[in-house]
């Protein structure tokens, strides 16, 4: 089971994959997405096997918008059934699958948890729109507004008391922040800097089996933004990966996911 997988993203006008054997789970994904990226957390940590189809987003093939007509990824396939959105997939296989139960239980800790991730939601926005104009003033503004919620998610880290905002290990909303905080390390490391709680989260964080599994180096992270920036959005960088399919009608995808 590959965690990120590195097989080429298929685009508009190829010929869709095989459907998935029985009983085998299939995610659509991007390499770079870090809404991809929650999801597959979550699969690694609880050791999930699965296959993966990357899709060109810039390009999106008519038979992946067959399947999810909002666009997005990732989405999940399974002997038929079809589901999407990041929280809404990471929650399900969570419910689903065997092993350490990663969602917290206690309603008031999931709400507390919330409150945290929006905060933290609100940083990210700000990161965000910062990368995505070159206007001076929009992005000042965007900057304050990551430090105001940055600065709110750091205040909600002194004061937690284990190691993990889910606890003593990382739960879903660990997962679910993660992936976004790594973006953050890569390309604005000295944002980190200026909240110490979050920096030592970032650490333990980064220590984490399924974080390891699933993280791309910096310089691939940076590389993939700024096409993004430019708006010339090459996913196939790094090491890339070829499907072999049995067949364009059926069978089985015979490549290691």
């Not at 206007?135 to 909600?156: E, M, S, V, W, Y």
């Not at 000295?190 to 390891?212: N, T």
Request: glycine content about 8%; charged content about 25%.
């Amino acid at each position: 089971m590959a965690a990120m997988s590195n097989l080429r993203h298929l685009k508009r006008g190829e010929v869709g994959p095989p459907p998935p054997a029985q009983d085998v789970l299939r995610v659509y994904g991007m390499k770079f997405c870090p809404y991809v990226q929650r999801l597959k957390l979550v699969l690694t940590a609880k050791g999930i096997e699965h296959e993966t189809v990357n899709i060109n987003l810039a390009k999106k093939p008519k038979w992946f918008l067959a399947k999810n007509p909002r666009g997005k990824v990732p989405v999940i396939e399974k002997n038929g059934e079809i589901l999407y959105e990041s929280d809404i997939t990471s929650e399900y296989v969570d419910e689903v699958y065997p092993g350490r139960r990663l969602r917290t239980s206690d309603p008031f800790r999931r709400a507390k948890e919330m409150i945290a991730l929006g905060d933290f939601t609100e940083g990210m926005s700000g990161i965000y729109g910062f990368i995505q104009t070159s206007n001076n003033q929009k992005q000042n503004t965007h900057l304050i507004q990551a430090r105001k919620g940055f600065a709110k998610f750091d205040k909600i880290m002194q004061t937690n008391a284990h190691r993990y905002l889910c606890g003593n290990q990382p739960g879903m909303t660990d997962y679910m922040i993660w992936p976004h905080l790594e973006r953050i390390g890569a390309t604005r490391p000295e944002i980190l800097a200026l909240y110490p709680a979050i920096q030592v989260y970032f650490g333990r964080m980064g220590e984490d089996d399924a974080v390891k599994a699933c993280r791309h180096s910096d310089g691939l992270h940076r590389q993939f933004i700024d096409g993004y920036k430019r708006r010339n959005w090459v996913y196939d960088l790094g090491t890339v990966e070829e499907y072999r399919f049995v067949s364009s009608t059926g069978g089985k995808l015979k490549s290691k996911m």
